[in-house]
T-cell receptor, first 110, second 116 residues
Framework: DQQVKQNSPSLSVQEGRISILNCDYT??????FLWYKKYPAEGPTFLIS?????DKNEDGRFTVFLNKSAKHLSLHIVPSQPGDSAVYFC?????????FGKGTSLLVTP | NAGVMQNPRHLVRRRGQEARLRCSPM?????VYWYRQLPEEGLKFMVY????????ESGMPKERFSAEFPKEGPSILRIQQVVRGDSAAYFC??????????????FGPGTRLTVL
């Protein structure tokens, strides 16, 4: 039972453009959401998070939007850079355990 | 300012052997989590430990798997009598306080276990 779903396995974006990664969740008890970035053969690196009491959080080029009524969140990267090419995992929390999606592989082309 | 350390990075075992995975949390962190990632899957929570205590092991298989976080030394994830299905990447994370919704979990580089 996948409680966090990332329906796009991959995404390709041109350098300088916006990357939008999407995530849906099923459990309305989740109160905290995170995005992690992962390079091959490395562990996930924390990117940005958002509490359920907010609908937007911004950190530099990264912005996360939360739509609680739709149980949907998205990560916007503007402008996209080649170094952003990685797998991005959406995760949710209701307590201490994180629930991860399967990830979206982002490729930023020059 | 070392991050979460895991060793070994790669581990090869034959079926029936034991695998021991080690995790040293970030300095100042006393909460440790283990996750497993199967091929083409997301990370799945296994167990949450504080020093000398298992807080939640609801994600751990009932047999052959155990975890500990002693007062001194790293956290250990032990898999006895490994089978091919245990082949996966095992990630450890740590946080200063407990709670996925209150404190960020920082991940180590993972141990890639291959069972022949």
């Amino acid at each position: 039972d996948q409680q966090v779903k990332q329906n796009s396995p991959s995404l390709s974006v041109q350098e300088g453009r916006i990357s939008i990664l999407n995530c849906d969740y099923t459990n309305s008890m989740f109160d905290y959401f995170l995005w992690y970035k992962k390079y091959p053969a490395e562990g996930p690196t924390f990117l940005i998070s958002i509490s359920s009491i907010k609908d937007k959080n911004e950190d530099g080029r990264f912005t996360v939007f939360l739509n609680k009524s739709a149980k949907h969140l998205s990560l916007h990267i503007v402008p996209s850079q080649p170094g952003d090419s990685a797998v991005y995992f959406c995760a949710s929390a209701a307590g201490y355990a994180l629930n991860f999606g399967k990830g979206t592989s982002l490729l930023v082309t020059p | 300012n070392a991050g979460v350390m895991q060793n070994p990075r790669h581990l090869v075992r034959r079926r029936g052997q034991e695998a021991r995975l080690r995790c040293s949390p970030m300095k100042g962190h006393s909460h440790v989590y283990w996750y497993r990632q199967l091929p083409e899957e997301g990370l799945k929570f296994m167990v949450y430990l504080q020093k000398e205590n298992i807080i939640d092991e609801s994600g751990m298989p009932k047999e052959r798997f155990s975890a500990e976080f002693p007062k001194e030394g790293p956290s250990i994830l032990r898999i006895q009598q490994v089978v091919r299905g245990d082949s996966a990447a095992y990630f450890c994370a740590s946080s200063r306080t407990g709670g996925g919704s209150t404190d960020t979990q920082y991940f180590g580089p993972g141990t890639r276990l291959t069972v022949l």
